[in-house]
C-alpha cells in the first residue's frame, strides 16, 4: 500500500506541471489578457501595467511560465487590483467552502446511496422507475436553474430558510446550496450504486451466501454492499471537477462567501488574476482529490494496488 | 452507426441467420420505449433548429419590426404571449425557439469536434504505440487534470474569442481527451485480433488497416460518449453563458436568456423557466438517446 502511494504522488508532479502549464497556455500563449479588458480599463495605464506586471507579460511565453509556478510554489496567487492577496481572500474562504463542499458530499453519498439500495432491492417496481426518472432530471437540469428553482422555493414561496447568505449558519443556510451542489451527482451516485449492485447480487459468491442460509440483510450489507461501492468511489474521483464548477455557480447564487464565489464574482468582474490564482487552487485540490480516491480505491479493492 | 462497421461487422457473421452486433442492437432499441421518446424529442428539437419559422415569428423576438414593445414587459403567460413575455416585452416562446439554433449547433460542433480529434489521435497512439503513444497519453491525463469547465472560464476569461467559435474552440480544445482514452484502449484490442493479423497478411498497409479494420471497430463506444457529450456541451455553453463568458447579446441562446432572465425571476418565473425547460428537456434527450444505445451495444446487459 505504501508503495502504492509513493507510486502515485510522482506520478501527479508531471500532471501538476502540465496542468498549470495548461492553465498559463489558456491565459497568454493563444492571446493576451489585455485583449478581453473593457474600454474603461484599456484606458486606464494604471491597470494596463498592473496586468502587465501580475502576468509578466513583457517576458517571453515560457519564463512567464516559470515565474508564475514560482509564485504558485511559495504561495502567492497573485495580488488584485485592490491590493489584495489572492492567497489571504481564498485562506479566510476556504472553511465555508469546505462545510459547503462536505454537506454536499454527505447528501450525495447517503441518499445516493441508500436510494441506489432500495432502487435495486424494488427493481422494476414504482420506487425503482420513480427515482432513475428523478436521477435523469437531476443530471439533465443545469445547477444554476435548479438553484434558482430551489431558492425561490424554499427561500420565499415556503419561507423555510433565507434565501440567501449564511447568516443563519450551519445546517439552515448550507442545506439549500449543499442539496443544489450534490443534486447532480446525486443522480450518478445512486444509477451507479443500483447497477454496481445489481451486477454484485447476480455473482457466485452471493448465491453461496444465500445457499449457506445467511439472513438477507447481513448478505446485502457484508458481501453485496462491499462489492458494490467501489464504482461509486471511483465515481466521486471523476465527479470532483464538476463539483467545483458547480460550486462557483451555486456559491454565486446563494450568495454563499466562499471561494467559490470569489470566483464568480472575479469572472462578472473580469479579474483575469484572480480567476487564474483561484483555478490553479482548484487544479492543485483537484489532483490531490483525486489521488485520495485512488488511495481510497485501492484499499478496498486490493486488485488496484497490485495493478 | 457507419456503414463501415455493419459491413465489417457482417463480414466477421458466420451463416445466414446470425444477426450482427448492430442488426442485435437495433433489434433491442426497437422495444425500448425510452429509445422512441429520445428519437421523437431530437426528431422536434432538429426540427425547430433546422425551421424556426414553423414554430414561431422571427418578428416577435425583436423590436426592430414592431415585435417586442416595453409596455409589454414581462406580462404574464395568457392570450398575448403564450408563455409570457421578457422584461424587453418579447415573446419569450418565440425566443427560446430562435435560441435553439445557436445552443444546439455549439453542443453539435464541439461533440463532433472532440470526437474527430480525439478519436484520430487515439487511433494513431493505439496502432503505433511507442514514443508517439507515451507523449499523447501524458497530455491527456493532463487535459483531463483541468476540469473543462473551469478551463473553458479561464480562456474565454484572458483570450478574446469570437463568441459561438470561441466556445466551440474552448470546449473542443479542453473535452477531447475522453474520445482519445476510448479509441486508443479499442484500438489496442483490435491490433491484436485475427482480422488485423488477416489484413496484413494479405498485404494492406498500415493506413488501410487503420481506418478500413481497425476504426470501424474501435469507433463504436466513442460515437455512443459523443452523443450524451453533446447534451453535456450544451449544458455547458449554458453555464458559460450564464456567467458571462458565452455567447454574447445580441446573438442569443437559452444559456444567454437565462442569464439575462435571473433578475426578473422572483417577480415572473416564466423568463426563466421557459428558456431552461427547453434547454433541459435538450439535453435530456441526447443522454437517453447514448444510454440507450449504449446498453443495447452491451451484450452483459441483454436480458
Redesign the interface.
Known amino acids: 500500500m505504501g508503495r502504492f502511494v509513493v507510486r502515485r504522488l510522482l506520478q501527479i508532479i ?2 501538476f506541471f ?2 498549470t ?3 498559463y497556455f ?3 500563449a ?4 489585455l ?2 479588458l473593457s474600454p474603461q480599463q484599456k484606458r486606464n495605464p494604471a491597470y494596463l501595467e498592473y496586468l502587465t506586471e501580475q502576468f509578466n507579460l513583457n517576458d517571453p511565453f515560457i519564463v512567464q511560465y516559470f515565474k508564475y509556478i514560482g509564485n504558485v510554489f511559495t504561495g502567492d496567487l497573485g495580488t488584485t487590483f485592490a491590493g489584495e492577496s489572492v492567497t489571504e481572500i481564498v485562506i479566510t474562504r476556504m472553511p465555508v467552502t469546505a462545510t459547503l463542499a462536505g454537506t454536499a458530499l454527505v447528501i450525495e453519498l447517503v441518499l445516493g446511496i441508500v436510494i441506489g439500495v432500495v432502487a435495486a432491492r424494488r427493481r422494476g417496481k414504482l420506487f425503482d422507475n420513480a427515482s432513475l426518472v428523478i436521477a ?2 437531476f ?7 435548479l438553484a ?2 430551489l431558492q ?1 422555493l424554499f427561500g ?1 414561496k415556503l419561507g423555510w430558510v433565507v434565501p440567501t447568505g449564511i447568516s443563519e449558519g450551519w445546517p439552515l443556510s448550507y442545506i439549500v446550496p449543499a442539496f443544489v451542489l450534490a443534486a447532480g451527482s446525486l443522480a450518478y451516485v445512486i444509477r451507479i450504486t443500483r447497477q454496481s449492485l445489481l451486477e454484485t447480487l447476480n455473482t457466485d459468491f452471493i448465491r453461496t451466501a444465500r445457499a449457506k442460509g445467511l439472513p438477507a440483510g447481513t448478505i446485502l450489507r457484508r458481501y453485496g454492499l462491499r462489492n458494490s461501492l467501489i464504482p461509486v468511489v471511483v465515481f466521486l474521483g471523476l465527479d ?3 463539483l ?2 458547480g460550486a ?2 451555486t456559491e454565486g447564487i446563494f450568495n454563499v462567501p466562499g471561494i467559490g464565489q470569489q ?2 464574482t472575479s ?2 468582474q ?1 479579474e ?1 488574476v484572480v ?2 490564482g483561484i ?1 490553479t487552487l ?2 492543485i485540490i ?2 490531490l482529490l483525486n489521488l485520495l480516491v485512488d488511495v481510497i480505491s485501492a484499499a478496498l479493492d486490493p486488485r488496484i494496488r497490485y495493478e | 452507426m457507419s456503414d463501415l462497421q455493419v459491413e465489417a461487422q457482417s463480414a466477421q457473421a458466420a451463416g445466414p441467420e446470425s444477426r450482427t452486433v448492430a442488426a442485435d442492437a437495433w433489434y433491442q432499441l426497437r422495444r425500448n420505449w425510452v429509445f422512441w421518446v429520445s428519437v421523437v424529442l431530437i426528431v422536434g428539437i432538429s426540427a425547430i433548429v433546422l425551421f424556426p419559422g414553423l414554430f414561431a415569428s422571427e418578428e416577435a423576438t425583436t423590436s426592430l419590426t414592431g415585435g417586442c414593445q416595453l409596455e409589454d414587459s414581462l406580462e404574464a403567460p395568457g392570450d398575448k404571449f403564450l408563455l409570457g413575455a421578457d422584461q424587453q416585452g418579447c415573446d419569450v416562446y418565440s425566443l427560446s425557439i430562435y435560441s435553439a439554433r445557436t445552443s444546439v449547433s455549439v453542443g453539435l460542433l464541439t461533440a463532433i469536434g472532440t470526437t474527430l480529434i480525439g478519436s484520430l489521435l487515439g487511433l494513431l497512439a493505439g496502432f503505433y504505440g511507442g514514443k508517439s503513444d507515451s507523449v499523447l497519453s501524458g497530455v491527456t491525463s493532463i487535459f483531463l487534470g483541468l476540469p473543462f469547465v473551469l478551463g473553458a472560464v479561464v480562456l474565454l476569461s484572458s483570450v478574446d474569442l469570437p463568441d459561438i467559435w470561441g466556445v466551440v474552440f474552448a470546449l473542443t480544445l479542453l473535452s477531447w481527451a475522453t474520445a482519445f482514452r476510448l479509441v486508443r484502449a479499442k484500438t489496442i484490442e483490435a491490433k491484436g485480433q485475427d482480422y488485423t493479423l488477416a489484413a496484413r497478411a494479405l498485404g494492406a498497409k498500415d493506413l488501410r488497416i487503420m481506418f478500413r479494420h481497425i476504426l470501424p471497430n474501435a469507433i463504436g463506444p466513442s460515437i455512443v460518449v459523443a452523443v450524451i457529450s453533446l447534451g453535456i456541451f450544451i449544458g455547458a455553453e449554458a453555464t458559460l453563458s450564464y456567467l458571462g463568458l458565452g455567447i454574447q447579446p445580441p446573438n442569443t441562446s437559452w444559456g444567454v436568456m437565462i442569464s439575462e432572465a435571473q433578475n426578473a425571476f422572483f417577480t415572473a418565473p416564466w423568463v426563466l423557466m421557459v428558456p431552461a425547460g427547453f434547454l433541459t428537456v435538450t439535453v435530456l434527450a441526447f443522454i437517453l438517446l447514448g444510454e440507450t444505445v449504449s446498453d443495447a451495444l452491451d451484450p452483459k446487459l441483454r436480458k
Open positions: 508531471p500532471i502540465g496542468v502549464f495548461l492553465v489558456l491565459v497568454s493563444l492571446g493576451s489578457p485583449d478581453t435523469l432530471i443530471i439533465a437540469i443545469p445547477v444554476f436553474v434558482f428553482v425561490w420565499i470532483i471537477g464538476a467545483m464548477t462557483v455557480v470566483l464568480f469572472i462578472k473580469q483575469a480567476i487564474v483555478v482548484f487544479v483537484f489532483q
